[in-house]
T-cell receptor
Framework: QKEVEQDPGPLSVPEGAIVSLNCTYS??????FMWYRQYSRKGPELLMYTYSSGNKEDGRFTAQVDKSSKYISLFIRDSQPSDSATYLC???????????FGKGTLLTVNP | ETGVTQTPRHLVMGMTNKKSLKCEQHLGHNAMYWYKQSAKKPLELMFV???????ENNSVPSRFSPECPNSSHLFLHLHTLQPEDSALYLCASSQGPGSDTGELFFGEGSRLTVL
């Protein structure tokens, strides 16, 4: 079983839709959970970072972590064409700086 | 210049060529990384340098040779590559082990095509 599973999509939604992106993981030692956003022809950039189970909001973005199910989600409310990008989940253990990435989900928001 | 800068952005090389990718970070970070990004695959960590010392080599073939002369510069020397090595090579930096989030700051990548 791969350490981090993420559906690569592609996912296409109309403008204004609520988007749900998900990852599952197998290593219960993972403690830090991140979402990176990668625009076409650019490097990934950190979008959201969470440490514990629960929700974290930042504007239209909500990151959710369920450690008991080993499941993380990123919700995008009122999606915009500018949200079109690849979203990568990244997870790491407590003391280990190494990140384990999902494959990334390609999202297109159509005007 | 700010952030992490990678050159060249695009590179086409034959299997017998020797070329190098360059990365420079202007963030004052202590750690630098090389990642390989291929279609439909997760980002693959290749090498990690912390304070110029290599701390990780993720079973990368010897045709990839990293060099880190100082904490701001990182090179990836390429020789006798295979077509399956065609990918986007991303350089990243971070404050290093022990930092709060371990956030990686990526460059825009070097798109490599091996003919």
């Amino acid at each position: 079983q791969k350490e981090v599973e993420q559906d690569p999509g592609p996912l296409s939604v109309p403008e204004g839709a609520i988007v749900s992106l998900n990852c599952t993981y197998s290593n219960s030692a993972f403690q830090y959970f991140m979402w990176y956003r990668q625009y076409s022809r650019k490097g990934p950039e950190l979008l959201m970072y969470t440490y514990s189970s629960g929700n974290k909001e930042d504007g239209r973005f909500t990151a959710q972590v369920d450690k008991s199910s080993k499941y993380i989600s990123l919700f995008i409310r009122d999606s915009q064409p500018s949200d079109s990008a690849t979203y990568l989940c990244a997870i790491r253990e407590g003391s280990n700086y190494k990140l384990t990435f999902g494959k990334g989900t390609l999202l297109t928001v159509n005007p | 210049e700010t952030g992490v800068t990678q050159t060249p952005r695009h590179l086409v090389m034959g299997m017998t060529n020797k070329k190098s990718l360059k990365c420079e970070q202007h963030l004052g970070h202590n750690a630098m990384y090389w990642y390989k990004q291929s279609a439909k695959k997760p980002l693959e960590l290749m090498f990690v340098y912390n304070f110029k010392e290599q701390t990780e080599n993720n079973s990368v073939p010897s045709r990839f040779s990293p060099e880190c002369p100082n904490s701001s510069h990182l090179f990836l020397h390429l020789h006798t590559l295979q077509p399956e090595d065609s990918a986007l090579y991303l350089c990243a930096s971070s404050q290093g082990p022990g930092s709060d989030t371990g956030e990686l700051f990526f460059g825009e990548g070097s798109r490599l095509t091996v003919l």
